[in-house]
């Protein structure tokens, strides 16, 4: 019989549990202790591994786990901290969530994780890189306000050095894409739609792969633009949007601003939104979403924005 098997990453170990039953170990989260690890695996019935994504310190399992072509899911730790609270698991420790996560898998059974290439890993730590730089850059200018002097020439200065540094970021980023014939096709797709540049393409072929090959329903919800209803008896909730991808996400909404003044189809039904009483933040996620929508079409058909709208 095939068991989930629950791992908890740290910077340090790696606890993990096989079904909602089984022992509970530890190994050192290093290459020895990974291939330990593996190595226990390989003497199981595997249905799944279920991870937490750690911002990191999982990459290393992560791709011991893919050249053993065992499956693997990468999770939010929200939605599986909710789930053990669920459970009544209201402690926290890396056993107890080593458990919950081989739970969480049999239970739950989540998408299992699509194996990586060495050019999307490479992406994916080229753009997550342009991100913390992008963050540094916003921090240093909002600094700038209450400096005077020789401090504000240090931030002015270093502001230009990290400019500089996301411009190499962004033509590597660029390079790479270029090289790969179906990525580059995708790019082309992309940015042929009025109000998606190369920085929303870039983000959302680097952090949103699965585009294009997922139902309209499964990429608004991976995307996390889609609304969950709060009903309750007689009382019909306010409709909110929650977890998902933050990257693709913000991408999308700064297209949707971007659409809502130079698209015309976003524009049309932007305006129809407001008419409707809709507040403007709720009508651009709206224009988001179906902006998703059509991206994941275009995609999936191999057409271009003038080919799937009026």
Known sequence: MSVSIGVDV????????????????????????????????GKLSVAQVVVEST???ERGLLDALERHEIPTALVNPWRVRRFGEGLGVLAKTDPLDARVLAIFGERARPLRRAPQSPLQRSLADLVRRRRQLISIVVAEKSR??????????????????????????DARIDTAIAQDETKS????????TPCVGPGIARTLIVDLPELGTLGRREIASLCGLA???????????????RAGRAAPRTALYMAALNGARFNPVLKHMYGRLIEAGKPPKVALVALARKLLTILNAMLRDGLGWQDVTP
Do not use: C, M
């Open 227 to 241: 609304p969950f209803a709060r009903d309750s008896g007689r009382k019909s909730g306010y409709r909110r949007i």
């Open 55 to 57: 911002g990191g310190y």
């Open 185 to 192: 096709r995708q790019r082309a797709l992309l940015e042929s």
């Open 144 to 169: 700038l306000d209450t400096a005077h002097g020789e401090v504000r020439r240090d931030i002015k200065s270093l502001v230009r050095v990290l400019e500089r540094r996301v411009e190499k970021l």
């Open 10 to 41: 740290s910077k340090d170990h790696l606890d993990w549990a096989a079904g909602s039953e089984g022992k509970i170990q530890r190994v050192p989260n290093s290459a020895r202790g990974i291939g330990r690890l593996v190595a226990a695996l």
